[in-house]
């Protein structure tokens, strides 16, 4: 079974512009999360979708936002970046949204010059 | 409220030896406190998981002691191995989104 799958693996943007970063959950998992992992912040939760609704959402501003289609595969955008935007996004699945057992992908590093 | 520490930052131990890390809460309301290993390049992976309902969890050489009343909880590797290399974060969530919070993360070196 095929695990979770993040595009693109790299990107490099200028401040300003914005970004849009894919996944595709594994086979059956209808739930999608996605955090952000800095070295000074660690893991931080962004916003997890489930049935194409946005269950939850962490505390990030309104220039961070997501979506999930019917086959449950996300996107999430960021919208005129800022320098503090560089990081690593990882996207995770779970089979269930009563579980915390998150599968998760190997990222997208964003890096915002 | 919302914090998980996680300490220490970096750790170094003999093959063989036991690798602990420690973690530390506030919210009475997380009930799932969960262990992930990461490795370079890789997204994190859920090591082993424990509830409140018990005080100790074990699977193979992985053990998560839970000390409720200290709202602390803690890795336990024994017979590390260079393999083991990794950053390890604790996680906690109490509600019932399972929404998870990371502690910071542990560098673990397991030198030969």
């Known amino acids: 079974k095929a695990g979770v799958t993040q595009t693109p693996r790299y990107l490099i943007k200028t401040r300003g512009q914005q970004v849009t970063l894919s996944c595709s959950p594994i086979?059956?998992?209808?739930?999608v999360s996605w955090y952000q992992q800095t070295p000074g912040q660690g893991l931080q939760f962004l916003f997890e979708?489930?049935?194409?609704?946005?269950?939850n959402k962490g505390n990030f501003p309104g220039r961070f936002s997501g979506r999930q289609f019917s086959n449950s595969r996300s996107e999430m955008n960021v919208s005129t970046l800022e320098l503090g935007d560089s990081a690593l996004y990882l996207c995770?699945?779970?089979?269930?949204?009563?579980?915390?057992?998150?599968?998760f992908g190997e990222g997208s590093r964003l890096t915002v010059l | 409220q919302q914090q998980v520490k996680q300490s220490p930052q970096s750790l170094i131990v003999q093959k063989g030896g036991i690798s602990i890390i420690n973690c530390a809460y506030e919210n009475t309301a997380f009930d799932y406190f969960p262990w992930y290993q990461q490795f370079p390049g890789k997204g994190p992976a859920l090591l082993i998981a424990i509830r409140p309902d018990v005080s100790e969890k074990k699977e193979g050489r992985f053990t998560i002691s839970f000390n409720k009343s200290a709202k602390q909880f803690s890795l336990h590797i024994m017979d590390s191995q260079p393999g083991d290399s990794a950053t390890y974060f604790c996680?906690?969530?109490?509600?019932?989104?399972?929404?998870?919070?990371f502690g910071s993360g542990t560098r673990l070196l397991v030198r030969p």
């Open positions: 996680a906690a969530s109490g509600d019932s989104s399972y929404k998870l919070i």
């Open positions: 086979s059956g998992h209808r739930s």
């Open positions: 995770a699945s779970k089979l269930r949204v009563n579980t915390g057992e998150l599968f």
């Open positions: 979708y489930f049935s194409e609704t946005q269950r």
